[in-house]
């Protein structure tokens, strides 16, 4: 039988496999595993040398139950609404297993941004905005950055929005410049709180951070920061980073903050000095203590599982992970942090900005911090409890703790 790589498909899979072990019947697995509401629009607009493009884009809203749905814009060639439907449900499952009172939902649209002018983004994020402010809004649904958006993007979008309603709207968006209303270490967030959980998770194994060998996959906003944090405040040996150009390796050590400079200039880390050249594929099967895939999805497969040689599988990056690879990283007693677990500081200090918009008061970075370890130690906490009272592995655990929250919420709606 073929691998289930659809990635909706793949999140409805989990969702099936967590209810039948928490012991939830079909009728709540059905009234779970799909979004509240689906939006697909269509932009059209003319591009800088005259032509006129027509783009088609979404956003998901997954579930209400704990509070306004919450959820980041995607900008990728390769965005669809499958894609788009499984970001929502794990962002459910993911406000719920750090605990923050929100729902679930995601956006995106098919675009190649690489490749478009300030001028042309600017439309698109406007546009983008005018057809959905009707199903947005701070007490609805509050976007965010993902993938190839970021906090220039979200002012835009705000911008736009406000002028919709005619009023300051703050806490429509969150990833905002700080002038605008973001918070401090928001665009570190996310890739804090992973290495939060790398550091629980080391300790829980024994691993001294110092000196232990990481290797990441995409060199972004999550994958860059979580480099230059592990090697900055815990003395890890990044010996190999990528991007979607391939990557580079050298075993005694890539300095993470030339690698961004050099991207930053190129828009590769590939050339990078004193580096060897290998694929993304080659650098997922390397031998180290840390892997953090922090790209794509679907990129630890039945196909290269086996050939994984890590001692933590930190999944900064949504959906890397299918099913089938799942199973067997637990049997190779591979310690795994779940996606929506490990990546849930980004949107743990979008909530953050959301409550300092809220009441006009700002915090220190120092705040931030301490309160997103916080609330990144406890959702670790809790995922492998649960994990350990269910003998199976952390994914389901994370499942099982958000599950009980979201239906606990329905319930009392009286929605089920
Ligand atoms: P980004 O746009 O800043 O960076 C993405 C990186 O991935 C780039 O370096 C790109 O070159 C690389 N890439 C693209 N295709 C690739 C491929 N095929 N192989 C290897 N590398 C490839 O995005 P980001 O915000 O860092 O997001 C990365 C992942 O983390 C995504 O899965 C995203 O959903 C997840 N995530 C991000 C945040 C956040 O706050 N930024 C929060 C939660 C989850």
Same mark, same amino acid.
């Given at each position: 039988?073929?691998?289930?790589?659809?990635?909706?498909?793949?999140?409805?899979?989990?969702?099936?496999?967590?209810?039948?072990?928490?012991?939830?019947?079909?009728?709540?697995?059905?009234?779970?595993?799909?979004?509240?509401?689906?939006?697909?629009?269509?932009?059209?607009?003319?591009?800088?040398?005259?032509?006129?493009?027509?783009?088609?884009?979404?956003?998901?809203?997954?579930?209400?139950?704990?509070?306004?749905?919450?959820?980041?814009?995607?900008?990728?060639?390769?965005?669809?609404?499958?894609?788009?439907?499984?970001?929502?449900?794990?962002?459910?499952?993911?406000?719920?297993?750090?605990?923050?009172?929100?729902?679930?939902?995601?956006?995106?649209?098919?675009?190649?941004?690489?490749?478009?002018?300030?001028?042309?983004?600017?439309?698109?994020?406007?546009?983008?905005?005018?057809?959905?402010?009707?199903?947005?809004?701070?007490?609805?649904?509050?976007?965010?950055?993902?993938?190839?958006?970021?906090?220039?993007?979200?002012?835009?979008?705000?911008?736009?929005?406000?002028?919709?309603?005619?009023?300051?709207?703050?806490?429509?968006?969150?990833?905002?410049?700080?002038?605008?209303?973001?918070?401090?270490?928001?665009?570190?967030?996310?890739?804090?709180?992973?290495?939060?959980?790398?550091?629980?998770?080391?300790?829980?194994?024994?691993?001294?951070?110092?000196?232990?060998?990481?290797?990441?996959?995409?060199?972004?906003?999550?994958?860059?920061?979580?480099?230059?944090?592990?090697?900055?405040?815990?003395?890890?040996?990044?010996?190999?980073?990528?991007?979607?150009?391939?990557?580079?390796?050298?075993?005694?050590?890539?300095?993470?903050?030339?690698?961004?400079?050099?991207?930053?200039?190129?828009?590769?880390?590939?050339?990078?000095?004193?580096? @060897?050249? /290998?694929?993304?594929?080659? &650098?997922? +099967? #390397?031998?180290?203590?840390?892997?953090? =895939?922090? %790209?794509? !999805? $679907?990129?630890?497969?039945?196909?290269?599982? @086996?050939? /994984?040689?890590?001692?933590? &599988?930190? +999944? #900064?990056?949504?959906?890397?992970?299918? =099913?089938? %690879?799942? !199973? $067997?990283?637990?049997?190779?007693?591979?310690?795994?942090?779940?996606?929506?677990?490990?990546?849930?500081?980004?949107?743990?200090?979008?909530?953050?900005?959301?409550?300092?918009?809220?009441?006009?008061?700002?915090?220190?970075?120092?705040?931030?911090?301490?309160?997103?370890?916080?609330?990144?130690?406890?959702?670790?906490?809790?995922?492998?409890?649960?994990?350990?009272?269910?003998?199976?592995?952390?994914?389901?655990?994370?499942?099982?703790?958000?599950?009980?929250?979201?239906?606990?919420?329905?319930?009392?709606?009286?929605?089920?």
């Amino acid at each position: 039988m073929n691998e289930i790589l659809d990635p909706f498909k793949i999140s409805q899979k989990q969702l099936s496999d967590a209810c039948k072990l928490a012991n939830y019947d079909n009728d709540i697995y059905n009234a779970l595993s799909e979004p509240e509401r689906f939006v697909e629009i269509k932009i059209t607009m003319k591009m800088d040398d005259g032509k006129i493009n027509t783009f088609k884009g979404f956003r998901s809203q997954y579930n209400s139950a704990r509070g306004p749905m919450k959820g980041g814009i995607r900008w990728h060639p390769d965005e669809s609404a499958s894609l788009v439907k499984a970001l929502s449900a794990w962002m459910t499952w993911k406000t719920a297993c750090v605990d923050i009172p929100l729902g679930g939902a995601k956006g995106g649209i098919i675009c190649d941004p690489r490749a478009m002018s300030n001028r042309e983004l600017e439309t698109l994020a406007r546009s983008y905005i005018r057809q959905l402010a009707d199903f947005i809004g701070p007490n609805i649904d509050v976007p965010a950055p993902d993938v190839y958006t970021n906090p220039q993007i979200m002012a835009w979008m705000q911008d736009e929005y406000e002028k919709i309603v005619r009023r300051h709207a703050p806490s429509v968006i969150t990833g905002k410049p700080l002038p605008l209303g973001g918070s401090a270490g928001r665009s570190i967030a996310t890739a804090k709180g992973g290495v939060y959980c790398i550091r629980e998770a080391a300790r829980d194994i024994g691993l001294d951070l110092n000196g232990a060998t990481a290797a990441i996959q995409g060199y972004g906003n999550a994958g860059s920061w979580a480099a230059k944090l592990l090697k900055d405040e815990y003395g890890c040996n990044i010996i190999a980073v990528s991007d979607s150009k391939g990557g580079i390796y050298n075993k005694n050590g890539i300095d993470p903050f030339a690698a961004a400079e050099f991207k930053e200039k190129t828009r590769t880390v590939v050339g990078l000095k004193e580096t @060897n050249q /290998i694929s993304n594929e080659e &650098l997922l +099967e #390397l031998e180290c203590d840390i892997l953090v =895939p922090a %790209a794509l !999805e $679907n990129q630890i497969t039945r196909e290269n599982v @086996n050939n /994984i040689n890590c001692k933590i &599988l930190a +999944e #900064l990056a949504n959906g890397p992970t299918t =099913p089938e %690879a799942d !199973e $067997n990283l637990f049997k190779n007693g591979i310690l795994v942090i779940p996606d929506f677990l490990c990546n849930a500081g980004g949107v743990t200090v979008s909530y953050f900005e959301m409550v300092q918009g809220y009441y006009r008061y700002f915090w220190t970075e120092k705040e931030v911090f301490e309160a997103l370890d916080r609330v990144m130690t406890r959702a670790y906490r809790s995922t492998v409890e649960q994990a350990k009272k269910y003998k199976t592995h952390n994914r389901m655990g994370a499942y099982i703790i958000s599950l009980e929250r979201v239906i606990d919420a329905m319930r009392l709606r009286g929605w089920l």
